[in-house]
């Protein structure tokens, strides 16, 4: 079954500490791992797509990484406005075109405090 | 416009009501998905559109959802005889064409079934 797991569930971190969030993942047949924001009360916002293994995005302070069976999402030099939960999630195979649906993991809150 | 809007943004039913959710996905936007979003978890599949077809509905719940899309553009998400369980943000996301391009959401529409 496929499957996404985030860790840690929760993570506080001081401004500057940088930091790292984990997303595993067991998919075959991978198209594609996403990394979301999320703030309260809104819609997941778009951050990074990787598609193969030894990929690697950077976005201001985000970088992202993956590898054959996990993604970091790496935090250098935090701060407050960074604080949201952060959602990965991956594309599984799409079976003919039937379905190009996102498993999504259940996310890291993130907490910055000045 | 330029992103996902989604109506209501918060709906209240009472047991048993029938809902509508309505979601406008970015223009020309090919591809358009339903999730729900628990509280604390991490948005789960609902359903997907490629134009006016529906491709996959392998994530709904139960005979009482039904989605729709008939021109190609907006959605329509339906909730008959709603229960307590079916509390939760539901979720429209558009992707551009029919691959594993990225899928940008909407606010959400917050339903609470008393």
């Known amino acids: 079954e496929d499957q996404v797991t985030q860790s840690p569930e929760a993570l506080r971190l001081q401004e500057g500490e940088s930091s790292s969030l984990n997303c595993s993942y067991t998919?075959?047949?991978?198209?594609?791992l996403f990394w979301y924001r999320q703030d309260p009360g809104k819609g997941p916002e778009f951050l990074f797509t990787l598609y193969s293994a030894g990929e690697e995005k950077e976005k201001e302070r985000l970088k992202a990484t993956l590898t054959k069976k996990e993604s970091f999402l790496h935090i250098t030099a935090p701060k407050p406005e960074d604080s949201a939960t952060y959602l990965c999630?991956?594309?599984?195979?799409?079976?003919?075109?039937?379905?190009?649906?996102?498993?999504f993991g259940t996310g890291t809150l993130l907490a910055v405090q000045p | 416009g330029a992103g996902v809007s989604q109506s209501p943004r918060y709906k209240v039913a009472k047991r048993g009501q029938d809902v509508a959710l309505r979601c406008d996905p970015i223009s020309g936007h090919v591809s358009l998905f339903w999730y729900q979003q628990a509280l604390g978890q991490g948005p789960e599949f609902l359903t997907y559109f490629q134009n006016e077809a529906q491709l996959d509905k392998s994530g709904l719940p139960s005979d009482r959802f039904f989605a729709e899309r008939p021109e190609g553009s907006v959605s329509t998400l339906k909730i008959q005889r709603t229960q307590q369980e079916d509390s939760a943000v539901y979720l429209c996301a558009s992707s551009l064409y029919r691959g594993r391009e990225t899928q940008y959401f909407g606010p959400g529409t917050r339903l609470l079934v008393l």
């Open positions: 999630a991956v594309q599984p195979p799409n079976y003919g075109g039937a379905t190009n649906k996102l498993i």
């Open positions: 998919v075959s047949g991978l198209r594609g």
